[in-house]
């Protein structure tokens, strides 16, 4: 993949300081805005909330040409929406795509890109409501997921406290370790990821977790996110590990869109939902907001930022 450019700034310093150039007026509908998985708008007199999310897929930044194929690309443009309306808990409403064509994408492949964007958007119980295309040099797509979630109760990355339990779903460095292999069930979750909606919905409906998120960028950096916004630190034991992979792929390797979450120390968490195991790793403590440590020693973060020489 081509290098990041070398900016002066990570991913955060650049969030926190567009969050203070677009502060929120007293008041606003807008419940919560930049900082977590989705932006929480309330509309006067709804019982629901409304969550939306943005992402971009880059080419030659999160896939490649000649590896990746259309439908996969598609499907996963999607996914990583979907992905973060799990994160709070809710439910997809709607999509909209932006999409840049390169010179060399022709109709089959833009038949194929939408085609598995719209198989992901039938298991997902969503629809395509609109979007854009226009050219580029290289393929460049957004994707907006629009979700709805009951009146405050979406799942924020804000909400754990100090002695919660850390949890997280499923095995981790699957995709990384996909990304180094090129073949098998790894390369198979790499290219096309579950978001994990239903169990979104029964960690806001039944566990009532206190905190959410997904695993995009990897669980050290990810954890360190959850932890800075609840004001705490987290302390963690090694997370399950994907078969084949490695530790390292595990902590740190990105887009295994698992959910990573807190709970009361005596909440009731089943040991799996629907086949994808729940998984204790940790718990929330009064230090250091963003500060992870694991056996006793700080957890570096060392997953993706997109801004930060690697
Ligand atoms: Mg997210």
Redesign the pocket.
Same mark, same amino acid.
């Given at each position: 993949m081509v290098k990041p450019r070398r900016f002066l700034k990570s991913e955060a310093a650049l969030t926190d300081s567009l969050r203070r150039l677009a502060a929120v007026p007293r008041g606003s509908a807008l419940v919560a805005g930049i900082g977590d998985?989705c932006a929480i708008f309330r509309p006067p007199n709804s019982r629901e909330d409304l969550l939306f999310?943005t992402d971009l897929l880059v080419e030659d930044t999160h896939f490649r040409r000649a590896t990746h194929r259309a439908a996969d690309i598609g499907w996963k443009a999607l996914a990583r929406g979907l &992905?973060?309306i799990a994160?709070m808990g809710g439910d997809p409403c709607f999509c909209l795509v932006s999409l840049a064509l390169a010179p060399w994408c022709d109709a089959a492949w833009v038949n194929g890109f939408f085609r598995g964007l719209l198989l992901q958007a039938g298991h997902a119980g969503t629809v395509l409501a609109g979007g854009d295309l226009s050219h580029g040099a290289t393929v460049v797509c957004d994707v907006v997921v629009c979700g709805a979630v009951p009146r405050s109760r979406a799942l924020r990355r804000d909400g754990a406290h100090a002695g919660d339990a850390i949890y997280v779903s499923g095995a981790l460095g699957g995709s990384a370790l996909g990304l180094a292999t090129g073949r098998g069930k790894a390369w198979r979750r790499h290219l096309r990821p579950e978001p994990r909606l239903a169990l979104g919905r029964f960690l806001r409906e039944t566990v009532r977790a206190t905190a959410a998120?997904?695993l &995009?960028d990897g669980l050290s950096l990810d954890l360190a996110r959850l932890s800075k916004a609840s004001g705490l630190g987290a302390e963690i034991s090694p997370p399950p590990v994907w078969r084949g992979a490695t530790l390292a792929q595990a902590l740190h390797g990105g887009e295994d869109y698992e959910l990573l979450f807190t709970a009361p120390p005596r909440t009731p968490v089943p040991a799996a939902f629907e086949n994808i195991p729940l998984t204790r790793i940790g718990v929330m403590r009064r230090q250091n907001p963003g500060r992870v440590t694991m056996a006793g020693k700080p957890l570096v973060p060392g997953g993706y930022d997109h801004f930060l020489a690697r």
């Open positions: 998985d999310t &992905s973060d994160a998120m997904d &995009s």
